[in-house]
């Protein structure tokens, strides 16, 4: 593409002081670092592309997929719930995304810190989460790796959607087992046309649906405190996703409204066609739900 190329490592230091580290990845290490000119705070993902020999191949896939996360990133530019990427740096060794800074860390890290979400907190976390779908998504873009460890929560506790590392441009089903990522992370937040295509050589391709599928598992994490498919044996859990085998159980479930429960049950359907779309998930009831009990009353 047009990317610029800058090619000395301390044109980055020139610029920025590296801080703490605030997360780790496979290749990847984000650091918090400042703006000398400006004193601003911001969160650097310093990509390691050195390789030994014998790596060049690897090498080439991570750059790869890195020009594809920055392209990415720009195409989904200027959105609140989208983390911005303010500034980059291309050396032989590392490659240096400057992000906004989100000081509130991970929803993941918030979520075990309150255990659970109120209805009223997962309809403000899930509004902004959709937001940003609905915005990557009418791009033609797909995130494909939507979890509460990429969701990040600014000063503010607004959501800002990152790690754009699996995202790629789709026209619906276009993607097929080729595309697929591996299964070596929590495959929990998969959808099942994603297991679909690992596992069988005639599956169709998968789409946007698959962000929605993981929206579900999120919103329902959110709710309760622990996700929807969930075992010790990976294999009874994949199991479980595939046939969509979850439920609201108690006494989790007890005192929560059946409205987020349809909701959640429109989204953790199998056949992605059934699925709700994100248009069709942002004008559920859940979301207009103040309007309707006021209309409705008790
Ligand atoms: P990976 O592709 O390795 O998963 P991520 O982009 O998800 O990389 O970043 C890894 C972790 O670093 C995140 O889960 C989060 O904890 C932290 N992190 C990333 N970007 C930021 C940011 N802009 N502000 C604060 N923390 C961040
Ligand atoms: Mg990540």
Known sequence: GDLPSRLHAKEFYAKYEPREILGKGVSSTVRKCFEKKTGTEYAVKIIDISGEKGETYQVAQVKKDTYREINILRMCAGHDNIIELHDWF??????????????KGELFDYLTEVVSLSEKRTRIIMRQLLEAVLFVHDKGIVHRDLKPENILLDDNLNVKVSDFGFATTVTDHELTGKEVFSLCGTPGYLAPEVLAVSMYDNAPGYGKEVDMWACGVIMYTLLCGSPP??????????????????????????????????????????????RLNIKECLAHPFFVREVSYRVLGP
């Open 90 to 103: 291309e050396t032989p060794t590392f490659i240096f995304l400057v992000f906004e800074l989100c000081k």
């Open 229 to 274: 498919f969930w075992h010790r044996k990976q294999m009874l859990m994949l199991r479980a996703i595939m046939q969509g085998n979850y439920s609201f159980g108690s006494p989790e479930w007890d005192d929560i409204s059946d409205v987020p429960k349809d909701l959640i049950s429109k989204l953790l359907v199998v056949e992605p066609s059934n």
